[in-house]
């Protein structure tokens, strides 16, 4: 048993060496790490020279273009600001406080329940249904982890990296009765939009650490599955019901998604509330293998670069 634990030590301190390692590489040399992912996942050369794919255009765009703006909207406090400053103050969630260190968090006038986000993590929320219950002090430590951690240089994401840590938490959403109906979790709806124009929905149900079911629908809501690979972490969804004010839904991620060429906007929906999540500029790190290659090949024929 002690001879085990020793390996699983050593092994831990080699990844940790390892992440270090290729983490420096991306700082330096991000497009390097990009390209050596992209043969890894894809088997052969990102094509930056002249993209065509929906994967391409992403790595394009985030290797030889300004993204400032990605790090401020990816950054899960200042991207509020954005939000305020397209007129949709309405669908921020509720929240509760913003913290440096999160030793300085007072848990105490906090409500029994809510959810706590890193600005800069990536699913590493944390869900508290009842704050009486909650080991606080291990909630704190986990913060601590994560608040120095640095996001996105092991994966040439260099917008990720520049964001701010720090702690925010908000009101917890729970799914209404309808939607509880189709799926365990909130449902997520990430609604794809190329040049301003929302193209596609990728609903998101029944998510847990380690998968969720996916489909992905039109803007008329007609079903997609023929668009997507899945696998054992993301599984066919069944159909839900579309949305009563889908294109409410879409008008929102349409005003959000004006000035670029491609984000994915990811909205919540809750007895008709429509509840802003996050804007996301580099899906998977632009190397999503969980499309087809004729939805890849499609939706970047929809992304002008000009």
Request: aromatic share 10%; charged share 25%.
């Amino acid at each position: 048993m002690y001879e085990r634990k020793g390996i699983l030590s050593d092994m831990a301190v080699l990844k940790n060496l390892i992440k270090k390692v290729v983490s420096s590489i991306g700082k330096k040399h991000p497009e390097l790490i990009i390209r050596i992912r992209y043969w890894l996942r894809f088997h052969k050369k990102l094509n930056l020279d002249n993209p065509q794919t929906l994967n391409e255009k992403i790595q394009y765009l985030s290797l030889r273009t300004d993204t400032s703006e990605w790090t401020r909207l990816s950054d899960k406090y200042q991207v509020r600001d954005y939000v305020r400053e397209c007129g949709l103050e309405q669908i921020l969630n509720t929240l509760y406080g913003v913290w440096d260190n999160a030793e300085d968090i007072d848990f105490g006038p906090l409500p029994d329940s809510f959810v706590i986000k890193t600005t800069h993590g990536s699913g590493d929320a944390m869900i508290v249904r009842d704050k009486a219950c909650a080991d606080l002090e291990q909630i704190r430590k986990k913060l601590n982890n994560t608040l120095h951690e640095t996001y996105g240089l092991s994966e040439g994401n260099l917008h990720y990296s520049r964001i701010k840590p720090r702690v925010v938490i908000e009101e917890l959403l729970d799914n209404d009765e309808e939607s509880a109906k189709y799926s365990t979790s909130l449902i997520d709806y990430k609604i794809w939009c190329f040049n301003g124009m929302a193209s596609y929905i990728w609903a998101c149900t029944d998510r847990t650490h380690s998968g969720t079911k996916v489909m992905t629908y039109d803007t008329e809501w007609n079903a997609h599955p023929e668009y997507s690979v899945f696998n054992s972490h993301y599984m066919r969804d069944g159909l839900i019901p579309k949305p009563a004010n889908l294109s409410g839904m879409l008008e929102i991620a349409e005003k959000l998604a004006a000035p670029f060429p491609v984000v994915r906007v990811d909205l919540y929906n809750i007895a008709g509330r429509v509840v802003f999540g996050e804007m996301t500029f580099t899906s998977l790190g632009g190397l999503m293998d969980f499309y087809t290659d004729h939805f890849l090949q499609m939706t970047g024929d929809m992304i002008s670069l000009k």
